[in-house]
């Protein structure tokens, strides 16, 4: 018989049945009714071919047909039990991967995970820079971080809001107060400069090249050193940096705590 056509339910409830030689012990380790255990011993029979008990005086009593496979059923199934073991393993490890842009990483996430690590040495992140799309079916990703207007299909949370900032070098004055620095998040087509990433644009204004509007959550350390200052008022875009993850690995036990600790 095919591995897909295998009758694993029913084959659970020979296992049981065996051991107990009762329907009705069989049907309490189950949670289920002895009615419920003889269905699925007939369902069974009928699906082999062959009759697996036999009511004798003393009681239920196996076939020899049924004794025949007994062994190796049980062994398949300490088979199957260390395989979900195997599986399970990973849940309780302390290795996290998580893709982030390099500019959020930097100003943002690296200093959050290292409080974090500080409370349990165990725990050892693998962070990859990610820009672009992400494939999680390619990459051995337990999480992912993105500037985006909405999670998509996955599950997430935004960290921080929405909010922009005008930021620039403190004392900025003149012509360069009112040039901007263009990055993929916001770009205006008249910018004299333009630079790879939020991270970067922060830099350029830091070094008295223009003003720049970034996300307000990656501009939060470099106000409160005093390396930037903000111009005018906040704005929303409409962007939000995401940590997010299809639903297995969002599920996973290491997963949601430190979604919790960053959120």
């Known amino acids: 018989m095919k591995r897909t056509h295998l009758p694993l339910n029913g084959l659970r409830v020979l296992d049981a049945a065996a051991r107990h030689l ?11 009714t002895p009615a419920a255990v003889g269905q699925q011993i007939r369902a069974l029979e009928d ?10 005086a003393k ?14 059923l049980r062994q398949g199934f300490l088979c199957f039990e260390d395989a979900v073991r195997a599986m399970q393993a990973g849940q309780s ?24 690590a500080d409370g349990d040495g165990e725990l050892c992140f693998h962070l990859i820079a990610a820009d672009d799309a992400i494939d999680f079916t390619e990459a051995n ?37 009112e040039r901007w620095i263009a990055w993929p998040g916001h770009a205006p087509a008249d910018a004299p400069v333009r630079v790879a990433d939020a ?21 939060e350390r470099a106000l409160a050193e005093g390396r930037l200052v903000t111009l005018g008022e906040p704005v929303d875009q409409g ?6 993850a299809p639903l297995p690995q969002w599920r996973q036990k290491k997963v ?4 919790d600790a960053l959120a």
């Open 141 to 177: 990703l337990d999480l992912a971080i993105r500037l985006l207007v909405d999670k998509g299909e996955h599950e997430g949370v935004r960290l921080g809001g929405t909010t922009f900032v005008r930021v620039a070098a403190p004392g900025l004055e003149g012509a360069a107060a």
């Open 239 to 244: 962007l939000g940096y995401w940590l997010f």
């Open 256 to 259: 949601r705590a430190l979604v």
């Open 22 to 32: 009762s329907f009705t012990r069989a049907a309490d380790e189950l949670a289920v």
């Open 93 to 116: 490890s302390k290795v996290l991967t998580i893709a982030a842009p390099r500019d959020f990483t930097a100003a943002w996430l690296a200093p959050r995970l290292a409080a974090i």
């Open 199 to 219: 991270g970067l644009a922060m830099d350029a204004a830091a070094r008295g090249l223009g003003r720049a509007l970034v996300p307000a959550l990656l501009a």
């Open 47 to 56: 699906t082999l071919g062959t009759v697996l008990f036999r009511r004798t």
């Open 59 to 72: 009681g239920l009593e196996l076939t020899p047909e049924a004794a025949a496979g007994l062994d190796a």
